[in-house]
């Protein structure tokens, strides 16, 4: 007899996928797992690079201080752009990780100097008076990445005197007021005294180098709604004027800037003043302060010896009447 066959039973099982809410789940945690490593990653990326730049200043602090042992107590003097053109010779150079920035003064009493090492986004800096490798710059340097910069007008918030500073023409008047400042205690106060020629404005003439670009910004602050901007001169001989944009709001502090390549070397003229083609009323005024005239196209936030964030004047026993230097943060 033949045996039956039977077919073995298929069961039945309840089987079903992720839903979409467990899915989601899945991929948050992951994305959370993912977003801490990450964070914990920088984070170890940034105290490695903070040491290495508080290691490198310290270091350097002690190489100069074994050179002045040497050397009667002074310094290494400064040279070069960043001021390390001699530290080479007693081992201080910048590489590819990490740069320095060296200021040092043999003429006072006590001799000064001051390094500032930087790598990537952290700075560290020692001097003759900071004994201790200490996060930030020395005066004057670049900040954590952020390259120093010149403010090339002397006396740029008036707070001498008016010096430097001239009418436009015959139709304005200029005069240091304290009656309205946007930095220190004063500003420039430019009035229109007859239409005869219809501008209103105040000039500076500063040096500059065909070729190179140049950027000019300040503050107008306008009593008369009659617009006031801001222009420089691409030649010596002040034919030709690129204007920058126009202020028009009445009451209140506006800032101006306009990027201009003179075509010649020598003097070019820098202006605050009522727009080409204007014809300023009688009396119509505005004050002009915090100028702002340094290499390149960046316009920068204002700063001058005086006004702290690491700025320094680059001759400190004549403030206001030098150049200033330091981080130009925009």
């Known amino acids: 007899m033949w045996a039956t066959l039977q077919s073995p039973k298929i069961l039945n099982e309840n089987r079903r996928g992720f839903t979409i809410v467990e899915l989601l789940i899945v991929v948050v945690v992951i994305a959370i797992l993912a977003a801490i490593t990450i964070v914990s990653y920088n984070g170890i990326q940034n105290r490695a690079k903070a040491s290495a730049a508080q290691q490198a200043s310290s270091q350097a602090n002690k190489k100069i201080l074994l050179y002045a042992l040497d050397n009667a107590d002074s310094y290494p003097e400064a040279s070069g752009t960043s001021g390390i053109d001699n530290l080479s010779a007693i081992g201080i150079t910048n590489t590819s990780g990490t740069s320095y920035q060296y200021s040092a003064n043999n003429s006072l009493n006590p001799k000064t100097f001051c390094i500032t090492a930087t790598v990537s986004n952290f700075s560290y800096y020692q001097s003759s008076v900071v004994a201790k490798s200490t996060a930030g710059s020395c005066p004057g340097h670049g900040l954590n990445g952020v390259a120093s910069i010149t403010n090339l007008v002397v006396n740029p918030s008036v707070e001498?005197?008016?010096?430097?500073?001239?009418?436009?023409?015959?139709?304005?008047?200029?005069a240091r007021s304290t009656d309205q400042s946007y930095s220190g205690t004063a500003s420039l106060l430019v009035t229109s005294v007859n239409t005869n020629s219809g501008y209103n404005g105040v000039s500076r003439a500063?040096?500059?180098?065909?070729?190179?670009?140049?950027?000019?910004?300040?503050?107008?602050?306008?009593?008369?709604?009659?617009?006031?901007?801001?222009?420089?001169?691409?030649?010596?001989?002040?034919?030709?004027?690129?204007?920058?944009?126009?202020?028009?709001?009445?009451?209140?502090?506006?800032?101006?800037?306009?990027?201009?390549?003179?075509?010649?070397?020598?003097?070019?003229?820098?202006?605050?003043?009522?727009?080409?083609?204007?014809t300023a009323v009688a009396n119509s005024s505005f004050y002009t302060d915090a100028w702002m005239f340094t290499e390149g196209t960046d316009t920068y936030q204002y700063n001058d010896g005086s006004t702290g964030n690491n700025w320094v004047w680059d001759t400190p026993t004549a403030p206001h009447a030098s150049t200033s230097t330091g981080p130009g943060f925009p």
Do not use: D, E, H, R
């Open 206 to 278: 500063m040096n500059v180098v065909a070729g190179k670009t140049y950027t000019l910004s300040g503050w107008v602050y306008l009593n008369t709604a009659y617009g006031a901007g801001i222009a420089a001169t691409t030649n010596g001989a002040g034919t030709s004027v690129k204007q920058g944009n126009v202020i028009s709001t009445t009451g209140s502090w506006q800032k101006t800037s306009v990027t201009f390549t003179p075509t010649t070397t020598g003097n070019a003229s820098i202006y605050f003043i009522t727009p080409s083609g204007s």
């Open 160 to 174: 001498l005197n008016a010096g430097g500073f001239n009418n436009n023409n015959a139709s304005s008047s200029v």
